[in-house]
């Protein structure tokens, strides 16, 4: 797929994977919620996120065991730990 090894082509991925993901979900839940349930969203915001954080696991697993694609990876994982750990914060009270 991707013949370069890159901290930055992993940073990008794990980014676009965030966000295509996040919109999906969220997008997903709020059409679910209306043409079965017609009320509320199913899930809280907070929770699409998690599960948008989640996502990155599908290309961070994928670069570093079939690819062996180090560095892609960690790019991916600094993404990932960086958006947790903001999320983390942002919602400790």
Avoid: C
């Amino acid at each position: 797929m991707f013949k370069k090894d890159s901290m930055w082509l992993g940073i990008g991925i794990g980014i676009v994977v965030l966000i295509v993901g996040y919109y999906t979900l969220h997008f997903l839940n709020i059409w679910i919620s209306d043409y079965f349930f017609n009320r509320t969203p199913v899930f809280r915001e907070r929770t699409i996120q998690v599960l948008a954080i989640f996502l990155n696991v599908f290309p961070f697993r994928y670069f570093m065991l079939k690819t062996e694609k180090e560095y892609t990876g960690r790019g991916i994982l600094l993404v990932t730990f960086v958006v947790g750990l903001s999320f983390f914060f942002y919602y400790l009270n």
